[in-house]
């Protein structure tokens, strides 16, 4: 691997070890899904702000590339040192005061009505007492202007949530699409 495939592939997700995981009746799984469900919420609401106080301030945002191969090349599928989005707190906060707070937001203006249908969610515990792994499936319906039709953008997420201070805040998160060719004409929209 080249210096510059280093810089540019995220950070290793821990692994998921399935004797870790929290069964869907533990009140932990319940926080969690509840909190998953609060964030699509505010994303749909276009209410940013609110979005933006659930990131760690160390977060690492990632949609890496996704390509078709072969069955027995399935492992290569995603890309991680090419992607649609890699950001961290502060480009995140950029975005998010670009479509808040400037004109120049024109692929977000006027905003873009979306659905996130947040849904097979397992949590597992990680090796550290504060943090979580959780693994989702997204599915993102987008409509923009007067259109008569949507985008469906279907997910697969993994995020690790961080308890500070009493709440969950998302510490990394990667969102892999399943579509090798995105079909919306823009990702101006949070994942």
């Given at each position: 691997?080249?210096?510059?495939?280093?810089?540019?592939?995220?950070?290793?997700?821990?692994?998921?070890?399935?004797?870790?995981?929290?069964?869907?009746?533990?009140?932990?799984?319940?926080?969690?899904?509840?909190?998953?469900?609060?964030?699509?919420?505010?994303?749909?609401?276009?209410?940013l702000s609110g979005w933006s106080k659930l990131l760690a301030k160390?977060?690492?945002?990632?949609?890496?590339?996704?390509?078709?191969?072969?069955?027995?090349?399935?492992?290569?599928?995603?890309?991680?040192?090419?992607?649609?989005?890699?950001?961290?707190?502060?480009?995140?906060?950029?975005?998010?005061?670009?479509?808040?707070?400037?004109?120049?937001?024109?692929?977000?203006?006027?905003?873009?009505?979306?659905?996130?249908?947040?849904?097979?969610?397992?949590?597992?515990k990680t090796d550290r007492d504060n943090e979580y792994k959780v693994?989702?499936?997204?599915?993102?319906?987008?409509?923009?202007?007067?259109?008569?039709?949507?985008?469906?953008?279907?997910?697969?997420?993994?995020?690790?949530?961080?308890?500070?201070?009493?709440?969950?805040?998302?510490?990394?998160?990667?969102?892999?699409?399943?579509?090798?060719?995105?079909?919306?004409?823009?990702?101006?929209?949070?994942?």
């Amino acid at each position: 691997m080249t210096t510059l495939q280093r810089v540019l592939e995220p950070t290793p997700l821990p692994p998921t070890i399935r004797a870790n995981r929290v069964g869907s009746g533990d009140p932990l799984y319940a926080e969690i899904n509840d909190f998953l469900i609060d964030e699509a919420e505010l994303l749909d609401n276009l209410d940013l702000s609110g979005w933006s106080k659930l990131l760690a301030k160390d977060i690492e945002y990632n949609v890496p590339l996704r390509l078709t191969k072969p069955f027995r090349e399935a492992n290569g599928t995603v890309v991680r040192t090419v992607q649609h989005m890699h950001d961290n707190y502060d480009s995140l906060m950029l975005r998010v005061k670009r479509i808040t707070d400037t004109r120049s937001a024109w692929g977000e203006d006027p905003p873009s009505r979306t659905r996130r249908l947040v849904t097979n969610v397992r949590v597992f515990k990680t090796d550290r007492d504060n943090e979580y792994k959780v693994l989702s499936y997204l599915l993102i319906t987008r409509n923009r202007f007067d259109f008569d039709y949507f985008d469906l953008i279907p997910c697969e997420r993994t995020d690790i949530l961080r308890r500070v201070d009493g709440s969950l805040q998302i510490a990394r998160r990667e969102v892999v699409v399943d579509q090798a060719v995105i079909g919306t004409p823009n990702l101006g929209i949070f994942l």
